[in-house]
């Protein structure tokens, strides 16, 4: 794992917090970091003490273009993860996630991980997707369920994103389970606009 991933997971076991992202979907989150365009723009809804901001950063690794915000409502907990050392382009948000959405813009991959933005306002945390931009959610598969409500509310979030006519969604039955989505793009090109290759 990465130096930087480490620390994180370190500083998880030594809080004694137990709701750090599996490595599996921290890794895969790496590889979605690594493929956001320039000047992209990226959202963890539920810092926790830092897991998945370490696996974001990690998969950046030297890039200085994009932007990242993470937002915790727990103080406590978020103030655990901004005591780590973190590049500058990565931007700390106290808040219920639900009450910042309209402050905080679009984005080119989103990693839903809190209650807030995807078991409620799922929708409002598909409209942050730029055309083109991809959302991931964790904690799909009954292995990683602990709460009363969480199998009814898992299900919610499948169906709304499976069925959403604006996302193109795959189910990942790996580690605590996973959907990946993509929001289509507003920009369907024209005949003219396709380039054909000299190939056939």
């Known amino acids: 794992m ?10 998880a076991e030594r809080e004694h917090f137990t709701m750090s992202c599996e490595p599996e979907v921290g890794a895969l989150l790496s590889v979605l970091a690594a493929a956001v365009p320039d000047r992209g723009r990226i959202l963890e809804i539920g810092t926790g003490v830092g897991a998945g901001t370490a696996w974001i950063v990690s998969g950046l690794t030297n890039r200085m273009d994009v932007e990242v915000v993470t937002v915790e409502m727990n103080a406590e907990t978020a103030r655990i993860a901004m005591h780590a050392s973190w590049p500058p382009y990565v931007r700390f948000v106290i808040a219920d996630i639900l009450t910042v959405f309209d402050d905080l813009g679009l984005f080119d991959l989103v990693f839903a991980d809190g209650q807030g933005g995807k078991w409620f306002g799922l929708e409002r945390t598909i409209a942050t997707l730029q055309p083109g931009g991809q959302l991931i959610v964790d904690d ?3 292995s990683s369920w602990s709460l009363p409500d969480q199998a009814e509310k898992a299900q919610e979030v499948r169906l709304n994103l499976i069925t959403n006519n604006d996302l193109v969604s795959v189910e990942l039955h790996a580690s605590s389970g ?23």
Do not use: F, H, N, Q
């Open 2 to 11: 990465p130096a930087l991933v480490l620390d994180a997971y370190e500083r």
């Open 140 to 142: 799909m598969e009954p």
């Open 178 to 200: 996973m959907i990946l989505a993509t929001r289509l793009r507003d920009d369907i090109p024209t005949p003219s606009d396709v380039i054909t290759s000299p190939y056939g």
